[in-house]
């Protein structure tokens, strides 16, 4: 999990040469995915076809879940699109 210092200097790199509206491409943004280290996690369970925001708001409403950044966002809210702007 995380990368490398090497890693995060080529992603900052590429990151620099697109527009940059969002101030994404600043170097503090890419260290939290620093230091890279192995981590071990018990077995889950996965599914085999994307949460649905209408699914995902289940999670928000139970209070285990926060909502989704894009909760406004007309293009990504339909009752059965996949969630997305929300964290791993």
Known sequence: MGNSQEDIEAALA????Y???WKKCE?????LE????AVSIDS????STEVTNSQYER????GDCRTSRL???AAYNGADYPVA????
């Open 14 to 17: 590429l990151c620099k040469q």
């Open 19 to 21: 527009p940059n509206p």
């Open 27 to 31: 170097r503090d943004w890419f260290d």
């Open 34 to 37: 620093y230091p890279q280290q």
């Open 44 to 47: 889950y369970w996965i599914d």
């Open 59 to 62: 999670c928000v409403e139970a």
């Open 71 to 73: 909760v406004n966002q």
């Open 85 to 88: 702007g929300v964290p791993w």
